[in-house]
């Protein structure tokens, strides 16, 4: 098992930044694959970016890329969604998720094993 546990969501004002955090406990952290997904009201659960185990190699959806930063501490167990330039549009719950084998970086919710139980972020015209 591994348990997630994401912070840094909040209240913030359109062209401002948030960096949002999810630590993990439980297995060998530095063996998944990390993604951050988002889920607004009425709406599915999207893909938003996601980070391999090992090496650095990151995805991201269109609607974020050049805007928000995938990034992980494997010494901390911890993985990083720092985003900028937010619009209102970006407000959601905002999860992270772990995927097996590390290589993978799916954009696909259902090739993650663990969730988290999600960070409010809010961003206003």
């Known amino acids: 098992q591994v348990q997630l546990v994401e912070s840094g969501g909040q209240l913030v004002q359109a062209g401002g930044s948030l960096r949002l955090s999810c630590t993990a406990s439980?297995?060998?952290?530095?063996?998944?694959?990390m993604g951050w997904f988002r889920q607004a009201p009425g709406k599915e659960r999207e893909f938003v970016a996601a980070?391999?185990?090992?090496?650095?190699?990151?995805r991201y959806a269109d609607s974020v890329k050049g805007r928000f930063t995938i990034s992980r501490d494997n010494a901390k167990n911890t993985v990083f969604l720092q985003m900028n330039s937010l619009k209102p549009e970006d407000t959601a719950v905002y999860y992270c998720?772990?995927?097996?084998?590390?290589?993978?970086?799916?954009?696909?919710?259902?090739?993650?094993?663990?969730w988290g139980q999600g960070t409010q972020v809010t961003v206003s015209s």
């Open positions: 439980g297995r060998t952290f530095s063996n998944y694959a």
């Open positions: 998720a772990a995927e097996s084998p590390g290589y993978l970086i799916s954009t696909t919710r259902a090739s993650y094993d663990y």
């Open positions: 980070i391999i185990a090992v090496g650095g190699i990151t």
